[in-house]
């Protein structure tokens, strides 16, 4: 018999700020973490705007000889994970058996950062001054290893680098984890830190990214004048736990995951399947598997990115798995706050999710101003909406075709 897995731990940092509560309190309030560029000399660049994470310091999770060994990813997962950690309650060792507590990051580039770094060292000063630690900096799976390392988790550990779904295929892998009883406790989620001269330089070189240079208007998800995606860096990660391990302890529980989809386009390297095709197959296997009708949804937490394609595909696939239902539920994209944050993105939108159900508070999708005759959902404009939500669904699509769909509902 599957067991029931609930959420009872969360953690964050994120643009919009370095703990969940200061991120969620900026969502609500249509606040962005969207400023101009600092990470890297943007003037030889076309896009001048990020969502960068500010004033954190990893020596306030890890110990600093250890973090100088590690890539800006991985300080954010272990910074995450720690958070939502303690915010759960759980430490290995008093009241958690590490064997029976696993890892599940994702990331979808891991330490581009620390390679381009080492590259260039490389290049100026040689083979032999690369430094021994390059490898396991910028591996994508060393987040996952590192969290396991610094919590003493021993049971699965495992890394989805499925490209921007790649913290929704975690959430949605661990999720499967402990209701088949492997382990009591997943710490699952993603992170991201490669706001770097290559993946900027890549990624504008295949217009995916916007070049407006006013942060308060480049990231506007279903807005027709939309000109693509914002990128960003952060982590988010979700306590996943056996219902009745937490029920045992009192834990506090935010919600219960019920639903995961995960499905490919088998169709393009970059561009969604016409009509969001895969996503309407993933939504559609997430809602089988939750037991949950299409009526039953209140809110969608979109993948939403502010390109041409997905916001026009994705809100096509709504329509098409949800038909009239389409017209009455919550759509909205939270990155039009926080940016693009690639593998962490649906980590960080499955946890807004959760918390739009224990809070009744539905994010807005900020920056929206001129309609777009082709998208006609509720897309919450500008500001959030405050109401009962028992049920929140996440979409995330990556490049590569994939795509992930979470199911979240009230704990009863």
């Not at 991120?23 to 609500?28: A, E, H, P, R, S």
């Not at 309609?371 to 939500?389: F, G, H, M, Q, R």
Request: net charge negative.
């Amino acid at each position: 018999m599957k067991k029931r897995v609930v959420i009872t731990g969360i953690g964050a940092v994120t643009p919009l700020g370095n703990t969940m509560e200061t991120t969620w309190n900026n969502v609500v309030k249509g606040n962005s973490g969207i400023a101009p560029l600092t990470r890297i000399d943007s003037e030889n660049f076309q896009v001048k705007v990020a969502g960068e994470v500010k004033n954190f310091n990893p020596a306030d999770y890890i110990d600093s000889k250890e973090a100088r060994r590690m890539a800006r990813f991985t300080h954010f997962a272990i910074a995450a994970s720690k958070m939502a950690m303690n915010d759960a309650g759980l430490k290995v060792g008093d009241n958690l058996d590490g064997e029976r507590t696993g890892v599940w990051i994702g990331s979808g580039i891991g330490g581009l950062d620390e390679f381009e770094e080492q590259h260039k060292r490389f290049l100026a000063k040689g083979p032999k001054r690369v430094s021994p630690f390059t490898i396991p900096m910028f591996i994508p799976d060393m987040a996952s290893g590192r969290v396991s390392i610094e919590l003493g988790a021993k049971g699965m550990n495992n890394c989805s680098v499925t490209a921007c779904a790649s913290g929704a295929n975690s959430i949605g892998d661990a999720f499967r984890v402990v209701q088949n009883g492997i382990t009591d406790v997943m710490i699952a989620g993603g992170t991201e830190a490669s706001i770097t001269e290559m993946t900027i330089a890549g990624f504008t070189n295949m217009t995916a990214l916007s070049t407006n240079p006013d942060p308060t208007k480049a990231s506007r998800p279903f807005d027709k004048n939309r000109d693509g995606f914002v990128i960003a860096e952060g982590a988010g990660i979700m306590i996943l736990e056996e219902l009745e391990h937490a029920r045992s302890r009192g834990a506090r529980i935010y919600g219960e995951i019920v639903g995961y989809g995960a499905t490919g386009d088998a169709y393009h390297i970059t561009t969604p399947a016409p009509n969001g095709e895969g996503g309407q197959r993933a939504m559609k296997l997430a809602l089988q598997d939750a037991n949950i009708t299409t009526q039953q949804v209140d809110y969608i937490n979109a993948h939403g990115t502010s390109t041409y394609y997905n916001d026009l595909y994705e809100t096509q696939a709504i329509k098409k798995v949800f038909g009239d239902h389409a017209y009455r539920l919550a759509v909205s994209s939270t990155k039009s706050m926080t940016g693009h944050m690639l593998g962490a993105a649906g980590a960080v939108e499955a946890i807004f999710a959760i918390l739009a159900i224990k809070e009744g508070m539905i994010p807005p999708t900020i920056n929206y101003s001129t309609a777009d005759e082709e998208l006609d959902l509720n897309y919450i404009p500008n500001s959030c909406k405050e109401t009962s939500v028992e049920v929140a669904m996440s979409n995330s699509l990556g490049f590569g075709g994939h795509n992930a769909t979470l199911v979240f509902r009230k704990f009863n």
